[in-house]
């Protein structure tokens, strides 16, 4: 139990276009969700947070219209890159969390890897 | 702010010794919770081990052990019988027991197994 899917796995966008990208928990539903950037062998860094049916709450230096989020149900949020640059070129990591129990552990997707040419 | 800090960027291990990462944070919280993450290749994060702060026992998952010192402020994983497998980033995570889930990242230690 406890997965989480995110897709597309990988994808190729060219600059100036917008990339979705959607999180999926499969076998629960997701109070909280959360967006990570990573950059190769370095650490994950939060983009934002989303609760179903309320606006995403983003880190600091994160830009909202550039990084959308929608959380339209309690198994499904979305990250669109808007305008997409090659700065944007990242690996993009959601997890998901029930809310359930003391710890309320969180459940990580596999990752998105965007590049923009 | 809570910060964690992992100062061992790589660590390596011959296979079927151990070994032992390092973690240490900084928060004035009383209560929270710490996370071991392995992120092999495939680039899946997978929960390690976790410790809740108001237990003074260490925490155990068979082959993977941790060393928590509340006061030292430390969080040290030991892997012991090393495989291969087990050759993967690691990342120390802290949170807030009063926090929604929100976690804090070391900057992560990349493993490498020997045979």
């Known amino acids: 139990g406890a997965v989480v899917s995110q897709h597309p796995s990988r994808v190729i966008c060219k600059s100036g276009t917008s990339v979705k990208i959607e999180c999926r928990s499969l076998?629960?539903?997701?109070?909280?969700m959360f967006w990570y950037r990573q950059f190769p062998k370095k650490s994950l860094m939060l983009m934002a947070t989303s609760n179903e049916g309320s606006k995403a709450t983003y880190e600091q230096g994160v830009e909202k219209d550039k990084f959308l989020i929608n959380h339209a149900s309690l198994t499904l949020s979305t990250l669109t890159v808007t305008s997409a640059h090659p700065e944007d070129s990242s690996f993009y990591i959601c997890?998901?969390?029930?809310?359930?129990?003391?710890?309320?552990?969180?459940?990580f997707g596999p990752g998105t890897r965007l590049t923009v040419l | 702010a809570q910060t964690v800090t992992q100062s061992q960027p790589e660590m390596s291990v011959q296979e079927a010794e151990t070994v032992t990462l390092s973690c240490t944070y900084d928060?004035?919280?009383?209560?929270?919770?710490l996370f071991w993450y392995k992120q092999p290749p495939s680039r899946q994060m997978i929960l390690v081990i976790r410790q809740e702060a108001y237990k003074q026992q260490n925490a155990t998952e068979n082959r993977f052990s941790v060393n928590f010192q509340k006061a030292a402020k430390s969080f040290s994983l030991k892997i012991s019988d090393s495989q291969l497998g087990d050759a993967a980033m690691y990342f120390c995570a802290y949170r807030s027991a009063s926090s929604y889930g929100k976690l804090t990242f070391g900057q992560g230690t990349i493993l490498t197994v020997h045979p």
């Open positions: 928060t004035s919280e009383s209560d929270y919770y």
């Open positions: 076998d629960f539903q997701a109070t909280t």
């Open positions: 997890s998901a969390s029930r809310g359930a129990g003391v710890v309320n552990e969180q459940f």
